[in-house]
């Protein structure tokens, strides 16, 4: 399978561009021609330059606004077609892609709009070049794909195909349904952009709002199975209009395209076992058991604040590691590692970021298949040292530096690298850790999207957004299969909302809250030590807000209760702790 992606995706200049794109392991390029327009040297200077990094130019584009133009305009367009053509031939190209017509005031006749694509067919056949048209999903006339195959199959040319979009197609309701009627050479090329589900104009939604496959909600997979199932074995090519790609350093930004081609790659695969495409592939991921740990890095005082503050909501510490400065903090299920040793990976972490979130701890069945999935999408991973009778346990790098350990089960690391207390002197308020809220910059969340995705099987869910006193949130949150592991993503263009001040603080990426799951809520916090001074709420107004929802407690197995069954226990009273109903109705509460 040739991958590819089109220069308008990514940032700098075309050298730069050029450069990235072969960096990050694709073997196709489209050149727009904008691209070419600002560049100093010439067409087969790019050629040249593609030759040498191993790029196949597969597609020069846009061409527009050409059939059922004006006759004096259509004298004009076919003029404008010759220089393209020499333009394409200089810069080694055989492949023109046509948008279908949006001037208002082309002509609806569908005999002439056939006659204008048949001059231009035959025109390249002269020239040895091959026109893809599109149907551009606001064209005036042609906007659904099956119209601008009517139109092709009527031209009759082996120098004219039709270019599938799956922004175009997906974006007005429409599918592949009737794809098998195509015979699958007039396929001349493929081009793949996802985006995320907005009530806006399409124009405004492709130039701004595509995103890679598995970052947005578009039905890519489908789409890609259907083209797989009709037997295109073309290139698959990336094309992203997205203000924030390219404003990003471009050599993310195509790296993480590359990585998403290779998912909807793997996610066709699976759904056509039997298919003869050669398609990438990955190892299974493995079945998760929740989130083990979080692990914060800290300088000695630090960790000593720290670990007052999780006093306060129960945490005791459990342990201290065996070779190193950590303490292991545990209530229940959920458990908390505050790494202070000096040299260590987590204090490079402390050096950039100050005291923050360095790791966290996935319960996994097998964490071979994460690392070689992790390896297989071009992801670091790690390793650290072990001591005596220790085992290094494997992590996989996250997009900001911190790591994911993954823990097997029935492996008792805790043990193993801990001197612990007895298990009698630790409460067992919490059944684990309910969820994580990470708040990162608003340009470094489609990156995360892509590493949950690809490395961890991970699903997304629909995007909320949410108040701050002084600004919006914007929270999308990611689940591995099982939904045991959740994981808001939140950002905010707003300079003064808690996000982004905490991000701002953090430089980069940094835990917005910790939700710990509990059996009893109530009587967690009549039993707690006291001394959550961050927020009160009143219980009665926040049930009263949420009347209509039904809470349950957080015990595996345990039956839907009524819609106000915590009220009895609150009543008149005020609680020093966050109340977070969330879409399973479960009621659980924060360090913030």
């Known amino acids: 399978m040739l ?68 006759r004096t305009q259509f004298a ?16 080694g190209c055989d492949t023109m892609l046509l948008c279908s017509n ?7 006749d569908i005999a002439l709009q056939v006659a204008d694509l048949r001059a231009l067919a035959d025109l390249a056949e002269q020239e040895g070049i091959i026109v893809g048209y599109e149907a551009l999903a606001w064209g005036t006339h042609v906007n659904l794909w099956h119209q601008a195959w009517e139109r ?31 015979p699958v050479d007039k396929i001349t090329f493929l081009q793949l952009a996802d985006a995320p589900l907005m009530k806006m104009d399409v124009l405004e939604w492709s130039r701004h709002f595509r995103c890679f496959p598995g970052q947005g909600q578009l039905p890519l997979v489908d789409f890609a199975c259907e ?14 209009f997205n203000d924030g790609f390219r404003a990003s350093p471009n050599g993310a930004t195509a790296k993480d395209g590359y990585r998403s081609l290779l998912w909807l ?61 950590v303490a292991l903090w545990r209530n229940g299920a959920a458990r ?39 390896r297989a999408y071009g992801y670091a991973t790690w390793q650290g040292d072990a001591g005596p009778n220790e085992s290094p346990i494997p992590a996989v790098c996250a997009p900001d530096g911190s790591l994911i350990y993954l823990i097997e089960h029935g492996d008792d690391i805790y043990a193993r690298d801990f001197h612990l207390q007895p298990p009698a002197a630790v409460r067992d308020d919490y059944s684990g850790i309910d969820h994580l ?3 990162m910059e608003a340009d470094s969340r489609d990156n995360w999207i892509i590493f949950f995705r690809t490395v961890f099987g991970f699903t997304l869910e629909h995007e909320q957004t949410l108040p701050d006193p002084y600004g919006l949130v914007r929270s999308l949150a990611v689940h591995s299969p099982q939904g045991n592991i959740r994981l808001a993503l939140n950002i905010s263009q707003s300079r003064a909302t808690q996000i982004a001040r905490s991000v701002a603080c953090y430089q980069g990426a940094g835990l917005q809250h910790a939700a710990f799951a509990c059996r009893d809520l109530p009587a967690t916090l009549d039993s707690l030590p006291g001394g959550l001074p961050r927020r009160a709420a009143d219980p009665g107004k926040l049930l009263r807000g949420f009347s209509g929802a039904l809470w349950r407690r957080r015990a595996r197995g345990a039956a839907q209760t009524s819609a106000d069954p915590l009220r009895p226990r609150w009543s008149g009273r005020r609680i020093s702790a966050s109340l977070h109903p969330d879409r399973s109705h479960r009621g659980v509460f924060s360090l913030n």
């Open 437 to 439: 809220a990470l708040g």
């Open 336 to 374: 908390a590692i505050v790494n202070f040793q000096p040299h260590s990976w987590a204090d490079h972490f402390h050096q950039r970021h100050g005291i923050s979130l360095c790791a966290m701890a996935l319960g996994v069945s097998r964490s071979a298949p994460i690392i070689a999935r992790a």
């Open 152 to 182: 092709v199959k009527a031209v009759n040319s082996p120098a004219m195909g039709i270019v599938l979009d799956s922004f175009h197609i997906l974006a007005r309701g429409d599918n592949l349904a009737r794809l098998h009627e195509v």
């Open 3 to 70: 991958r590819s992606i089109a220069t308008v995706s990514i940032s700098g200049t075309l050298p730069e561009k050029l450069h990235a794109i072969a960096a990050a392991g694709y073997q196709g390029v489209e050149i727009f021609e904008n691209d070419l327009l600002y560049y100093t040297g010439t067409p087969a200077d790019i050629r040249n330059l593609a030759a040498d990094l191993g790029l196949k130019i597969t597609l020069f584009q846009p061409f527009r606004d050409f059939e059922g133009a004006s």
């Open 76 to 91: 004009a367009n076919l003029a404008r077609a010759k220089r393209k053509f020499a333009l394409m031939h200089e810069l």
């Open 265 to 325: 790659e793997e996610q066709t695969r699976r759904q056509l076992a039997s298919s003869d495409a050669l398609l990438f592939d990955a190892p299974e991921p493995a079945h998760y058991a929740g989130l083990e740990f979080i692990e914060f890095a800290a300088s000695p005082s630090e960790a000593k604040n720290l670990g007052q503050r999780l006093a306060q909501l129960g945490f005791q510490q459990e342990g201290l590691h065996r070779s190193k400065q």
């Open 227 to 240: 083209l797989t199932r009709c037997g295109y074995r073309g290139p698959w090519s990336l094309e992203i």
């Open 102 to 108: 949006v001037q208002p005031e082309c002509s609806a």
